[in-house]
């Protein structure tokens, strides 16, 4: 028998592929799209909004005014990872900033989690793993030293670091939101206050806020001790709150300590607004076109799209919990281990495995 059946809502989605590896797992995480659009009551529309190193190349522009017409259009971004090795520094990059202050995406949320099926793959000693590994970077995402003024300038450089009140109070206020919505206790804020002017500025902030949440705790800790605090007690850590920079360096570094950095999977969000999703790793051209790399952070990315763009949080659960039962039958060699019993996949294996275990889960 043949069932039609209206689809819910239709999202329109704008994909960004880029360079190196970019390609390769926002392939999977669209094989994935395709699946809960065959199994539950949602469509997705997806239109190519090129940028990056090799759009560079082309156009001398890293995101094209077409690209930013799609994404003006669109619901969500489904993003890749943009560089490409050769280029000036940083003009492929700079689309990433482009699309994150244009569409004013002031939060960039970066979830670490120790799944069970990968404690074999956690660098730490269990005295450090504890109860276990599940918290939340909230990165500031517009401002910082982000915000582009400066330069070189003959024998010297420049870049200013921005914060502005209402900067930092939208990105305090969401982690205290967060805190609450996933029934969290404790909001650390992470900053440099013993000598940034910006992060006295936003400690204080921190501080005035943080009165009108009283059932959650709160601390602060100085970036450099946090960096090993990381290491030493990652369980304790819940909502970590942070500036831009900081944010971008204890993400890669969380997500190391979870398993692989290809884990790892971002929102870069606008709240009702136009977010973009992507993996938090770059294009990794020691790897591209190996057929090799994670595609897991780019899944997981539309984990975080269905829950925010989409409203769709158990769609999102299902995405994960494919996750984990793929990994118990097949790994990518970034997060394989000699005693792991799963099978070494390549990236498509991989998507196809994840593919497969959803399709059972959205059926049951
Ligand atoms: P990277 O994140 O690309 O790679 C760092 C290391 O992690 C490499 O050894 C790489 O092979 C490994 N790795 C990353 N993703 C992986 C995955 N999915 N599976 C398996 N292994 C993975 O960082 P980099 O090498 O410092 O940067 C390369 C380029 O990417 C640079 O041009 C940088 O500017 C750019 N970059 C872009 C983004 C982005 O597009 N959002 C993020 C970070 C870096
Ligand atoms: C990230 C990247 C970017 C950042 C770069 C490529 C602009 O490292 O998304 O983590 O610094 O935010
Ligand atoms: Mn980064």
């Known amino acids: 028998m043949v069932f039609f059946h209206m689809a819910q809502r239709t999202f329109k989605i704008a994909v960004t592929k880029g360079d190196g ?32 190193g090799a759009v560079w190349k082309k156009h001398g522009v890293s995101l094209p005014e077409k690209s ?58 269990p005295e450090y793993i504890g109860d276990g590994i599940e918290f939340y970077t909230v990165r500031e995402n517009t401002e910082g030293l982000y915000v582009k003024i400066g330069g070189i300038k003959n024998d010297a450089a420049t870049n200013v670091m921005l914060y502005t009140r209402k900067g930092c109070e939208r990105i305090i206020r969401y982690a205290f939101d967060l805190a609450i919505q996933k029934k969290f206790t404790k909001v650390t804020n992470v900053d440099k206050a013993n000598i940034l002017d910006c992060s006295m500025f936003w400690r ?119 996750v984990e039962v793929a990994l118990a039958k097949g790994r990518t060699p970034d997060i394989q281990t000699k005693t792991s019993g799963a099978k070494t996949c390549s990236t498509r294996e991989m998507g196809d495995l994840i593919a497969s275990e959803l399709t059972k889960i959205l059926k049951s």
């Open 21 to 52: 590896i970019g390609p390769e797992v926002v392939e999977e995480a669209m094989k994935i799209l395709h699946v809960i659009q065959e199994q539950a009551d949602v469509a997705f529309e997806f239109t190519d909004a090129p940028a990056g």
């Open 68 to 125: 930013w017409d799609v994404m003006k259009q669109s619901d969500a971004i489904l993003f890749g990872a943009l560089g490409l090795p050769g280029l000036p520094p940083g003009v492929a990059e700079y689309a990433i900033l482009q699309i994150r202050q244009g569409f004013d995406e002031y939060v960039n949320l970066r979830p670490a989690k120790l799944y069970p099926a990968l404690y074999d793959k956690c660098p730490l000693k």
């Open 204 to 322: 204080e902030i921190f501080e005035q806020i943080g009165k009108k949440y009283k059932t959650i705790q709160q601390e602060n800790y100085l970036v450099d001790a946090f960096c090993q605090w990381l290491i030493r007690k990652p369980y304790s850590f819940e909502v970590v709150v942070t500036d831009n920079l900081f944010g971008d360096i204890i993400s890669d570094e969380a997500a190391f300590i979870v398993g692989s950095l290809g884990m790892a999977a971002s929102g870069n969000i606008c709240p009702g607004g136009i977010s973009m999703y992507e993996p938090i790793h770059g294009s990794a051209p020691d790897i591209a076109g190996q057929g090799i790399a994670n595609p897991i952070g780019s899944i997981l990315s539309n984990k975080i799209m269905l829950e925010e763009t989409c409203k769709l949080p158990d769609i999102g659960a299902s995405i994960e919990q494919a």
